[in-house]
Every structure is written in structure tokens, then in C-alpha cells.
């Protein structure tokens, strides 16, 4: 989930003859060329990241933006794992053995991740779309199992162990250990994990190595400046309802904690801060954010204004030039400075074939459990998403920010258990809230993007027995975990055949509400 390390990948129609190379995660400019920097770096660095910034407040003013045909973008995140079902610090070879460019390196060397050519919406793009990635994964786990490992599409690896993490963990990236040696010299010490949920885990990392636990699904769409805000104030309401339809994280290190627990693992396994400089209410790197927004460049500003550069590195690239000619200017700083702040739901600025365009990229859902319930997730998100942010009287008006901000952490604590607060419906259990509210919702949502009737039936059907069972991944794994521990498993032994089953149903991509709990 490291995504700085090819942060703000470009991303071209599935048509353009470019379409292949946003397919390979394009890192964003030159790799990083050192791991340390110097003060005069950072403050020319600061300086060119505000020049970056007020060009493009200009180009919100003054310049045109490509959405004429909206486009949506995915990516998974995926885990490597062996035949006794431990993480496989493989991808290198296992890469190698793929041989596709549409899948690249993730932090840890146990993972990779699948980019996925950006598509419309509309017609059965979905189904094809299914049909796409089912048959990708397959060929990419027949050639990863022929060096010894094999593809797991999970939130958190259940089976992962504090000791898989010493060593060679890192991909052999010169990102991930320039971002590594940053968040150290910010901090001045080493990481503290401490999650309370089920169960606890409390101890310290000299590395970001956690990190790489946190597997997800990221679903980018393509709008223009003047609908950005509606839709990201939108995708911020959703988040927690994402959360409780699609968790699939309880485990780690061996515990039971959140139901999401990726989520709380990613704030403090980025987190820059001390815990004095949190105790003065300094915002982390991973930020819900603190209030509804009139417009994209309000979150660019604010990353500007409250968050320190962690890779400062600067191009020869004139900005203001650049525009004055008449041409998109790429800000790369900009870009670089806005990949290193996690929002769940990030602003992305691109330039593709020389037109710039605005995306929403939604980095709330975790990897999992199959194909056909990425894309009942994915389903749900648009067609609702549509939906809010056409709304003539927005959900966002009728409700506080920081009530948005308890229902992601209640989604991600809670899962299938969560109760939300929502306008008009009061304090409501989560299941209730998408079958009475959100899922008729996506259904109209889905139906003006000119999706067919079919895709809409097939997958939010799926979502529909999720919400009747109020079952998702993470109440099936700790389902599962329990019954094996009941028959005289231990933790261990119980989370590898989690394991070893969860992955049976992966293949088979039945969708989890219908796995049996052995």
C-alpha cells in the first residue's frame, strides 16, 4: 500500500494506444536518488511544491479539463504465500515468472499488485471486466505457483508473523527505502503499533515493515473540476458503509483486532509523528481529512500547508512556463508531495496524452475475498456514489463531518456489527441502512451511468446477501477461525487452514456470504 513508491500512475483510456503503459504502474518521474536530503533540498523543494500549487489554482480557472467520457480505474493489491502457507518473500521471481507489466512490486516482497487499464462504466463492461481479471489472476497464480508461490487476495495475510518481517522483507525498490528512512527521520524513534479490538497487539518497529500487511482495492473515477467536491464529500460519506459491507482484515500477528484492521495498521505504520507532536493534535500522514470541501484545490492546499515533504525532490520543470505555452504542466512536486498524504479518498491531478484530468482515487476497501466481490464492492461504490453526488440537497449539508469520520471507524472496527449514524434514519445498523437506503440507491446510481440491467442484478444481488447474512469477509474468517479453534486447533494451526480455505473459495470465486463455515 506504499503507493508513493509509483504514486499518481498515469492512466489513459483502455483504447489508447497508451493504454498499455498505464497498465505498468509508470512510476511518476525519475526514481528517487538518494534516501537522505538536504536543507537546501527541502527548501527549494517547499518552493517549487507553492509554485506547483498557485498553476494550478490557475489551471481550475483558466484550463480545460478532459472528462467528456468519465472513466474508472482499479487496482489490487495481492499477497504471496508458499506451500505451507507462510508469506513467500518471492515476488522478484515471481514477477519474473509473469511476465505481464500490468502487475509490479508492492513494499513487501511477499507482495505484488495487478493495475488494471482505466474503462468506462456503461453496458456489461463490469462482466467483461470480471472475465478479464478472473482469467489474469489465474495465469499469474499458474506461473507464480511454478517458482513455489501462489496469488492470495486478501486485506491481511492471516498467517503473517512479526519474525517474516525481519531481513530481506523490502522489495528491492529504491522508493520504498528512501520513504522508510524519512518516516524514521521524522520520527526519531521507532514505530509503536498498539491496537486494542477482540484482542490487542502492543510493540515496536524499527522499520515500516508492518506496513506491508495492508493489502487493498483502489477504485479511481475520472470527474470534472466543477463535480470533484460533490464527489468526494460523497465518497467520504461512503466510507464507512464500505468499511461494514466489505472488511476482510481481523487478523494480525496472530491477533483478532478490527474487523478492518488494515486501516488502523496503516495510520500508525505511516505515522511521522512523535507522541507528543499527536498529543498537540498534529494531523498523520494517513487523514480522513476534517471537513467538507467546495472544491479539489482545498485539499491540495491543505496538503500543502500541514504536512512536511518526505521525498524532496525537485525537476527542471518550469510550471508557469510550461502553461503560458500552452501546454499541461505535469507539477510533479505537486503530485509527489500529494502521494505521500494517505486520504481514503485522495485527489489526483494526471496529464494524459497531454490533457490534464481530475480523479477520485478510493483507498477505503481491502483486497478480497474473490473477483465477484471486488466487483460487487465496486458496484456498489459507483452506482451509490452517483447517486450522493447529484443529490439537489447532499447528504453532506444534513450531516457533521466528524459524524462521516465515527462511521469509518466504527465500519473498520466493527464490520457486520457496525451501527452508523445517518440522516433521517438516526442511529442505524449497517445492513438496515444499505438494504432500506443505500443499496436502491446504487441501483438508480447505476442505471444513469448506463450500466445494464444484468450487471446491476448480478452484483448487487451479491451485496444484497451480504447485507440479509450480515456476513463479509472478516466475519467469515473469524467464523471460520473459531470453529477450527473449538475442534482443538491452535491459533496458528487454525489461521493456516483459515488459510488454505479461504484460498479454496478464492479460486472458485464464489462469493463469500455463500462459503460454508467448516
Not at 481550475?60 to 467520457?69: N, P, V
Amino acid at each position: 500500500m506504499c503507493d508513493v513508491v509509483h504514486n499518481e500512475r498515469e492512466r489513459r483510456p483502455a483504447d489508447s494506444p497508451d493504454a498499455a503503459r498505464s497498465a505498468e504502474g509508470v512510476a511518476m518521474g525519475d526514481d528517487i536518488a538518494s534516501a537522505t536530503f538536504t536543507r537546501e533540498q527541502r527548501k527549494r523543494y517547499r518552493e517549487k511544491v507553492q509554485r506547483c500549487l498557485d498553476v494550478f489554482e490557475r489551471m481550475l480557472i483558466e484550463q480545460t479539463f478532459d472528462f467528456d467520457r468519465p472513466l474508472t480505474g482499479l487496482e489490487i493489491e495481492l499477497n504471496l504465500v508458499d506451500d505451507a502457507w507462510q508469506p513467500a518473500m518471492a515476488n522478484a521471481p515471481v514477477l519474473e515468472a509473469i511476465a505481464d507489466p500490468a502487475y509490479q512490486t508492492e513494499l513487501g516482497r511477499y507482495n505484488i499488485e495487478l493495475n488494471v487499464p482505466p474503462r468506462p462504466l456503461p453496458g456489461d463492461s463490469a462482466l467483461e471486466l470480471e472475465q478479464l481479471l478472473r482469467a489474469s489472476l489465474d495465469r499469474a497464480d499458474q506461473r507464480a505457483r511454478e517458482v513455489g508461490a501462489a496469488i492470495v487476495m486478501i486485506g491481511i495475510l492471516p498467517t503473517l508473523r512479526a519474525e517474516h518481517l525481519q531481513g530481506e522483507w523490502m522489495s528491492a525498490n529504491p522508493r520504498y527505502a528512501a520513504i522508510d528512512e524519512a518516516v524514521f527521520a521524522a520520527r526519531r524513534e521507532d514505530l509503536e503499533l498498539d491496537i486494542a479490538g477482540a484482542e490487542s497487539l502492543k510493540m515496536f518497529s524499527p522499520t515500516i515493515a508492518p506496513e506491508s500487511a495492508c493489502t487493498s482495492v483502489q477504485l479511481h473515477l475520472q470527474v470534472s473540476p466543477a463535480d470533484f467536491a460533490a464527489n468526494w464529500n460523497a465518497a467520504q460519506i461512503l466510507a464507512g458503509p464500505q468499511l461494514a459491507l466489505g472488511a476482510n482484515s481481523p487478523f494480525l500477528f496472530g491477533k483478532r483486532l478490527w474487523a478492518e484492521t488494515r486501516t488502523e495498521l496503516f495510520l500508525q505504520t505511516t505515522d511521522t509523528r512523535s507522541p507528543e507532536l499527536r498529543n498537540q493534535g498534529v494531523r498523520p500522514p494517513v487523514f480522513f481529512g476534517e471537513r467538507w470541501v467546495t472544491s479539489i484545490f482545498d485539499l491540495f492546499e491543505e496538503n500543502v500547508r500541514y504536512f512536511p515533504a518526505l521525498l524532496p525532490e525537485t525537476t527542471d520543470e518550469d510550471p508557469e512556463a510550461e502553461l503560458a505555452a500552452g501546454r499541461a504542466p505535469r507539477l510533479q512536486e505537486l503530485r509527489l508531495h500529494n502521494g505521500t498524504v494517505y486520504r481514503w479518498n485522495r485527489p489526483v491531478y494526471d496529464v494524459v496524452d497531454g490533457r490534464p484530468h481530475l480523479r477520485v482515487e478510493n483507498r477505503v476497501l481491502p483486497a478480497g475475498p474473490t473477483v465477484v466481490d471486488v466487483m460487487a464492492n465496486a458496484a456498489f461504490y459507483y452506482g451509490a456514489l452517483r447517486m450522493l453526488s447529484s443529490d439537489e440537497r447532499p447528504v453532506w449539508t444534513k450531516m457533521s463531518f466528524d459524524a462521516a469520520q465515527s462511521n469509518f471507524t466504527e465500519g473498520a472496527r466493527r464490520g457486520a456489527d457496525a451501527v452508523f449514524y445517518w440522516p433521517g434514519m438516526g442511529e442505524v445498523p449497517w445492513d438496515e441502512l444499505l438494504l432500506r437506503r443505500l443499496l436502491p440507491m446504487a441501483d438508480e446510481g447505476l442505471a444513469r451511468w448506463g450500466v445494464s440491467v444484468g450487471v446491476r442484478d448480478k452484483y448487487l444481488s451479491i451485496v444484497e446477501e451480504r447485507c440479509k447474512g450480515r456476513v463479509n469477509g472478516a466475519s467469515w474468517q473469524v467464523a471460520a477461525v473459531q470453529a477450527l479453534e473449538d475442534r482443538g486447533l491452535d491459533r496458528q494451526r487454525a489461521l493456516t487452514e483459515m488459510l488454505r480455505l479461504y484460498a479454496d473459495g478464492m479460486l472458485a470465486n464464489a462469493p463469500v456470504h455463500t462459503w460454508e463455515v467448516p
